[in-house]
């Protein structure tokens, strides 16, 4: 158009574009602190304080457990549901209204519209299992985990103060209706059955006796901190729990259970106060355009398992926007799955064309072109081509942007089947190095060495997943795949 003709229209031009940008923005922001990304369609003064007061949280936690303030490995994403439509469709479980898992692109914590328990308390809980699977070197056990994660779930914070160690009502009404585990069953809780009553009673207990040994002391309990760290150490050197209490605590088991229960039967419960600094660093925001928004939520739908909500949010993708690349790489990723394939196909060289130079859009692309090519290696007639194109997208992908575990992931899958075992190694380990609290990521490398015939590299790997799994079955299965590994490498020594 020429100029001239601009100026005579530039009245309707505002009009149309006015109007573009408004069907292009989506109600889905984007906030960025200095350690959180947070993905929501909250209000922006709630996303704000949340934003603000997570940082909060995570500076008291650090400071409160003597971890230093260094970031941690993997940027973690956040993605609060205000919409109860939109967080149905992918909530893994009708009780749940929040929860926390690894995603292939790195750790995500997704909390719903919440009535009973706040953001906060879920958001909590589940950042301190990550946190301190970041910071604690040694493997630490279950009930510690869950301990730390209860005595930190009830923090209060305002303005800069950060209050921590309340004792959740709920836990104590169950200890009050059901009784806590002994001691014996909290060091080892799967030898029983692990019904609903039994992991509540779990929870409540391990959070119970985290405050006793960490909150205690402020209501004239001997300061037993030093030997939970001795008795930490002395798990890790393999001792049995029970036998290790006596050389770590100073006190037989008997009498560190009578001190416990004491300490739970008077119902002293205090709390810990932080006076420190309210959050000063930047909060970055964005509005997310409508192709941004429905990319976003389809991408949390296929991580998990709901491939058919992802597609309904991918229809309506506008494709005469750049912006469109991501989703519609996803889309041509889950046509493949359902064996639509000229739809993935249409789909995939759209994406490429509008998203050559996007890393997230290429990465999709190599795990689309390595299923291609896995499907034609099952039908007998394998596409070498198909192999290359994916290496090619993996390779491009990691390049522009070496933060990409799904990247590195695809590379080191590719490698694998070219049978060049040193470099996929070498790709599976730079994802480690940026997300080795993964579970996914501790067991595929443990399973590859395993491959390799090197258990004695495997074992660390099987390790860190037995140490921090919350799921007793996978528990159950990783301590089997210990136990046949040490019985290998006692076969190597004779």
Do not use: C
């Amino acid at each position: 158009m020429g100029k001239g003709i601009a100026v005579h229209l530039v009245g309707v031009l505002s009009l149309v574009l006015a109007a573009s940008v408004q069907a292009a923005d989506s109600k889905w922001y984007e906030y960025q602190s200095d350690n959180f990304t947070l993905h929501t369609d909250l209000n922006e003064v709630a996303a704000r304080r949340m934003l603000s007061d997570f940082e909060t949280f995570r500076k008291g936690v650090l400071y409160s457990l003597n971890f230093p303030d260094t970031p941690e490995n993997s940027r973690l994403r956040i993605m609060v549901y205000g919409s109860n439509r939109d967080y149905n469709a992918i909530r893994p479980a009708q009780d749940y209204i929040g929860f926390f898992f690894a995603a292939r692109s790195g750790p995500r914590m997704v909390i719903g519209p919440s009535r009973g328990a706040s953001k906060a308390q879920v958001l909590y809980h589940e950042y301190i299992h990550y946190l301190l699977e970041e910071h604690v070197r040694l493997p630490v056990p279950r009930w510690y985990n869950e301990g730390y994660a209860e005595l930190f779930s009830g923090t209060d914070i305002e303005r800069g103060r950060f209050e921590t160690g309340k004792m959740d009502d709920g836990r104590l009404a169950v200890v009050g209706n059901f009784g806590l585990l002994s001691l014996e069953q909290l060091f080892d809780p799967f030898n029983e059955e692990a019904s609903d009553i039994f992991m509540a009673r779990y929870y409540a207990t391990a959070g119970l006796f985290m405050h006793f040994l960490q909150v205690g002391p402020l209501v004239s309990e001997e300061d037993l901190r030093r030997g939970l760290a001795v008795f930490l150490y002395n798990l890790n050197e393999g001792m049995n729990p029970v036998d290790a209490v006596e050389p770590s605590f100073g006190i037989t088991m008997n009498e560190l259970t009578r001190r416990f229960r004491g300490y739970v039967l008077r119902e002293r419960y205090q709390f810990t106060r932080i006076e420190l600094p309210a959050y000063e660093g930047e909060v970055r925001s964005r509005r997310l355009s409508t192709n941004e928004a429905a990319a976003l939520l389809a991408d949390m739908a296929v991580h998990l398992g709901k491939e058919d909500v992802a597609l309904d949010y991918l229809k309506d993708l506008d494709e005469s926007r750049p912006d469109a690349a991501r989703g519609l790489a996803t889309r041509a990723l889950i046509h493949g799955h359902k064996d639509a394939i000229d739809a993935s196909a249409q789909a995939r060289d759209l994406a490429l064309r509008m998203g050559s130079d996007n890393s997230e859009v290429l990465a999709e692309l190599a795990h689309l072109y390595l299923d291609d090519y896995t499907r034609t290696a099952n039908a007998g007639n394998a596409d070498a081509s198909l192999l290359d194109q994916a290496m090619k997208h993996a390779k491009t992908a990691a390049e522009l942007d070496p933060a990409n575990l799904v990247a590195h992931d695809y590379q080191a899958r590719v490698l694998r089947v070219m049978g060049q075992h040193g470099e996929a190694l070498r790709s599976m380990m730079a994802m480690y190095q940026r997300f080795p609290t993964s579970l996914q990521v501790n067991s595929e490398i443990g399973g590859y060495l395993l491959e390799l015939s090197r258990p004695d590299l495997a074992r660390p790997f099987f390790e860190r997943v037995y140490n921090w799994a919350h799921d007793a079955s996978v528990m159950q299965q990783v301590k089997k795949t210990l136990d046949e590994i040490d019985a290998a490498l006692v076969a190597e020594e004779e």
